[in-house]
């Protein structure tokens, strides 16, 4: 697989390149933002309502809640379920910073927990053991776009009356035990971040949920609180998906499946052609489950010259995430210290993600792994 080909005259490889994807269906995004403009329907109009149904239905669930971004799903979410001024709310500590300060938003206090040094998912046991009286819901977040281990989070929420909120926002479509995410707790939020598998043309979110209680708050949550026109319940949020951005993800949502098949694709290839290079780990997908692969993340004990070695190749990596979030400084006054979360601290020290998006080339890929070859051999 080496390659003679100088690095400064190679194209370089993006990590992420939505470009492709809107000269597929750029004719249709087009459409459908004048049909919109036209009807000058703006907010929490048809668009909307239609992608709510949708996308619930994507998911396996009834109800459908569209907001204005993944993080307000999740503290939206969190005030659904009751979670007020000083209650705890178990979650990873390996995530995007987003998921702990929603909990944070409330004036409520994130609980970390470890991870799966395989899967890199919340470990339910490590959750069981950080339980206190002031515990009030638990967040599993599908990293990278596998699903978390949900039958044993679901057993411990259920055994101390807790809600179980996912935090879907990587893993829209991956499946676990035949069901969707999205499906497989009291409530899930979903991003619609650019980057996300299914992506808006700016910020978006979605609250998904079986129970037509949450569904009926979370309505009036998003809206200032008001159960009917000015007349407000609670204290609410101004958090609502706008037309033009359901219209748009309407459209995309047509076109996921496909997508998705085509990651799924794409990480064959990569572990194909990585699984007899020394020193690389591949992504691990248990039986029973559906990787959705948002992220291609190998591992490597010699992951920073690895990156750099790539880098210098003109190929784009990321890592997601590089600092647990007990190590990080929002949250040195919880006063936690390099090897209380081993596990996670590992991984993050080799997690690294390669270019990853459907639309990804075969002869991409080989240079990729062509290079991480030549690195290892090095």
Request: hydrophobic share 40%; proline share 6%; aromatic share 6%.
């Amino acid at each position: 697989m080496a390659s003679t080909t100088q690095p400064s005259a190679l194209e370089p490889i993006h990590q992420f390149d939505l470009s492709g994807q809107y000269a597929q269906i750029g004719p249709e995004i087009r459409e459908v933002v004048e049909r919109v403009l036209a009807s000058q329907q703006l907010v929490l109009g048809k668009e909307v309502a239609a992608f709510e149904k949708e996308l619930a239905e994507f998911c396996g669930v009834a109800h459908g809640v569209g907001v204005a971004n993944g993080t307000d799903a999740l503290i939206l979410a969190l005030r659904a379920c009751n979670i007020y001024a000083g209650d705890e709310v178990l979650i990873p500590t390996l995530t995007f910073v987003a998921t702990a300060s929603a909990v944070n938003a409330l004036a409520a206090k994130p609980v970390f927990a470890d991870v799966d040094r395989i899967t890199l998912n919340l470990d339910p046991a490590d959750v069981r053991r950080r339980i206190t009286p002031r515990t009030k819901a638990i967040i599993a977040v599908h990293l990278h776009g596998l699903p978390a281990d949900m039958d044993p989070l679901r057993e411990i929420a259920k055994e101390h009356k807790l809600p179980l909120i996912e935090d879907n926002a990587q893993a829209i479509g991956a499946s676990y035990k035949k069901r969707y995410t999205g499906s497989l707790a009291d409530i899930a939020c979903i991003s619609f971040y650019p980057t996300k598998n299914l992506g808006a043309a700016g910020d978006g979110g979605m609250i998904v949920t079986n129970s037509l209680e949450l569904d009926t708050r979370l309505r009036t949550l998003r809206n200032h609180g008001q159960a009917s026109r000015y007349v407000s319940a609670e204290p609410g949020w101004n958090s609502r998906l706008d037309e033009i951005q359901a219209a748009i993800l309407r459209v995309k949502l047509r076109h996921l499946r496909t997508w998705q098949k085509a990651r799924q694709t794409n990480a064959t290839k990569y572990s194909n052609l990585l699984s007899a290079v020394p020193g690389i780990r591949t992504p691990f997908v248990p039986e029973g489950y559906e990787h959705v692969f948002h992220q291609y993340t190998i591992r490597s004990d010699r992951r920073d010259a690895l990156q750099k070695f790539l880098t210098d190749r003109k190929i784009g990596t990321q890592i997601y995430y590089p600092i647990p979030l007990h190590l990080q400084p929002l949250y040195a006054n919880l006063g936690h210290k390099r090897g209380d979360f081993p596990n996670a601290e590992h991984v993050a020290d080799e997690i690294l993600s390669l270019p990853m998006y459907p639309e990804l080339s075969a002869d991409k890929i080989e240079r990729v792994t062509s290079a991480i070859a030549e690195f290892a051999r090095q």
